[in-house]
C-alpha cells in the first residue's frame, strides 16, 4: 500500500460529504429519495437489511451485519431486528428502551458496539446520507422547518412523513433572523434572509469521538455525576452576553441525549444509574421528548440502547417505584453462545486481535476448551439417556445415538434458562493467554489448555467450592472427549497410510451389503464360489458406530440410497462419500491395527520400520491435519500412553 496515494483517496472520499445548500435544495433531494429523512430507527434497520440477510438450513435468520463478530446467539439478533423493524414502521414500540440482559462476557457490549460502528459507516454512504440544519447542536432534521400547518399538504401531495419541532437554538435562529452577516446561518458577502427555504442544510456524518449522532452515558457516583451530562447546562459564560438563562444561546445542547439526536444513545449498566437520571428516559421514551430547566419540551428522535446483567434486572423488577419504566422497556435476553464450534470462532476472533503470531495452536485446542466452557453453561436434561456431553453435540449439530435434531426444541425449551450462567469466553481467553505468554513456549494444545483453565479457577473471583468441584468434573469431561478426538487423529493419520486396505475393506463391505438388501449371493472372487453374505464382517464395520442389529437393515439400504444418487449423477462412490461410513472404516482398520499404532507410538527404541511408520505419520498429520511437528510428536506420545492403560 502506497500510504500518501492512500491519504488522498482518503481526502476525496472525506471530500465528498462536504455537500451544503439550502432547504429548498435539501426538500427536493427528499421528493426524489425520501429515505433521506428516515427516522432514527429505520435507519438502523435499514443498515442491517442492506448488509444481507439469509435463511440457514434450520430455519435461523442470518444478519451479515453481524456475521463476522456474533456468534451462537441467532435468536438475540433475531429479536433485536424484530424490534427495530417494528419501530422503522413507527409503530408503538420505537418508543420503547431495548435493554439486553446476559451474563458478563456474552456479546451485549459487543452488538451495541457494533450498531454504533455500523452507523458510523453506514452514514457516509449514499444509502444512509444524513443531512442537518447547519450549525444546529442536535443537527436538527430540516423537514422541522416546515410549519406545522402545511405539514398536512406535504403528506397528501408527496407522502412525505415529518416528525418533530425545532429545537430551540435552530427556532431562536429562525425567529430572530436579522439580515447582518453575524448571523450562523449567514453565508460570505450574503445575510441571511430569514426565510425557511433558505436555511442552509449540510451533510453530516455520525461520530463517536466528535460526539455527533452516537452518545454515550457511563453512571458514576450519584452524588458527584450532574443531570448536564444527559440533557446538556447552562452556560454561564454568555449569559452576560444574552441577558437570561431562557436563551438558547445562553444554554449547551452537549448533553449525551441531545448530541445523540437522529441516532443512538447507549446507556452503560443503566439500571445502576441513578433514578433522577432514568426520570429523564421516562419522557424521552413515551414522548421523544427532553426536558430542561429552562426550556419547554426538546423533540429528540433517537434509539436508547442499554445493557445488564440479570442479577440487576430481577432487582429492577422487584422495586415498584420502577414500574413506569419498566413498562417502557423491550428485553432481549443475550445468553452464552452453546455451540462448540461458534465458542471456537469466537476464541478465533480474540485471539486474531492479539499481537501473537509465532505461537501455534495445536489442532482441538480451542475445540476442547470451547467444549468445557460450553458444558459449564448447559443445565442437566430430564429427558431419559441425555447426558451434558449428547447434549453438547446436539447443539452442536452432531449426531447421537438415539436422538435427532428434532429433539434439541424440547431441550431448549425444558432449560429456559440456559446460557446465562457457566465461564465466559473472556476468562477462556485469559486463561489461553496464560498458556501462550509462558517463556519457551512454541505450541500449546488441548492439555495445555485444560491445565491452565485447572490452574485459573482458584483465581475466579466468583465461583464458589460446590462449582468449583462441578467445573472440575467438567474439565476432566472435556478431556476424555479430547481423548477420544486425539486417538480418532492418530487413527486416521495411521489409516492413511493403509488407504490400499481402507478401500478393499470398504469394496468387501459393499460387494455384502448389496448380497444383503438385494438377497442375492457374492461371488467368491478366488474361487468364484456362491456365498451367504459375510454378517459377520458388516457387523464387525456397522458396530464401530454403534449401528444396532435393529437398526442394520436401515443403514445398509441407506448406503446403496447414496450409490444410486451418485451413479444417477455420474460420480463414483469411494472412500469417503458416506462420513459414518468412512468414521465405521477407520476405526475398524484402526482397532485391527492397534496393536501395530500402541507398539510404534509407546517404543522408546524404535526400529528402522517403526521409526519410518512414525515420520510418516507426523509428516501427513503436520501437511493434511494442522500440526506443527512439537504437537505432532506430542499427540503421539500421548495416544501411545492412552493406549497403554
Known sequence: MNLVERLESYRAEEQKLSWEGTFADYFDMVISNPIIAQLSHARIFNMIEDAGVTERDDGTIDYAFFRDEIFGIEKSLQQIVEYFRSAAQR??????????MGPVGGGKSTIVTMLKRGLERYTRTDRGALYAIKGCPMHEEPLHLVPESIRSELMT???????????????????????????????????????????????????????????????????????????????????????T??????????????????????????????????????????DQNIKTGRFSMIYADEVVISHTNEHEYLAFVGNKKSEALQDRIILVKVPYNLRVSDEVRIYQKLLKQSAIRDIHIAPGTLETAATFAVLSRLEESKKAGMTLMKKLKLYDGQAVEG?????????????????????????????????????????????????????????????????HERLLNLIAEARREYDEVAKR????????????????????YLDNV??????????????????????????SIEEQIGITENGKRQFREEILIRISSLARRGQTFDYKSHERLQE?????????LRDVVKITTSTKTPDADQLRRINDVVDRLIREQGYCPVCANELLKYVGALLNR
Open 584 to 592: 465405521a472404516i477407520e476405526k475398524k482398520l484402526f482397532a485391527d
Open 403 to 467: 436422538f435427532t435434531q428434532k429433539d434439541v426444541r424440547e431441550l431448549q425449551e425444558e432449560a429456559d434458562r440456559e446460557g446465562m450462567e457457566g465461564i465466559s469466553p473472556r476468562y477462556v481467553i485469559n486463561r489461553l493467554s496464560a498458556a501462550l505468554v509462558r517463556d519457551g513456549v512454541t505450541c500449546i494444545n488441548a492439555i495445555d489448555a485444560l491445565r491452565s483453565l485447572r490452574d485459573g479457577l482458584e483465581q475466579h473471583t466468583s465461583i464458589s467450592r460446590e462449582e
Open 514 to 539: 448389496e448380497a444383503y438388501c438385494n438377497k442375492t449371493k457374492v461371488i467368491d472372487p478366488v474361487t468364484e464360489e456362491e456365498m451367504e453374505p459375510d454378517e459377520r464382517l458388516m457387523r
Open 157 to 243: 401531495d408527496y407522502g412525505i412523513y415529518i416528525e418533530g419541532e425545532l429545537c430551540p437554538w435552530c427556532r431562536f435562529q429562525l425567529e430572530n433572523a436579522k439580515r447582518d452577516e453575524n448571523h450562523p446561518w449567514s453565508q460570505p458577502g450574503k445575510p441571511f434572509s430569514g426565510r425557511h427555504e433558505d436555511v442552509p442544510v449540510m451533510r453530516v456524518a455520525f461520530s463517536e469521538k466528535h460526539r455527533l449522532g452516537i452518545g454515550t452515558f457511563t453512571p458514576s457516583d450519584p452524588k458527584s455525576q450532574d443531570i448536564s451530562e444527559l440533557v446538556g447546562g447552562i452556560d454561564l459564560s454568555t449569559i452576560g452576553e444574552v441577558g
Open 91 to 100: 409503530l408503538e414500540v420505537r418508543k420503547r428502551i431495548l435493554l439486553l
Open 245 to 286: 438563562e431562557s436563551d438558547p444561546r445562553a444554554y449547551r445542547f452537549d448533553g449525551e441525549l441531545n448530541i445523540a439526536n437522529r441516532g443512538l444513545v447507549e446507556f452503560v449498566e443503566m439500571l445502576k444509574t441513578d433514578e433522577r437520571f432514568l426520570y429523564v428516559l421516562l419522557t424521552l421514551s413515551q
Open 489 to 508: 487423529e492418530v487413527q486416521k493419520a495411521f489409516v492413511y497410510s493403509f488407504e490400499e486396505s481402507a478401500r478393499t475393506l470398504l469394496n468387501n
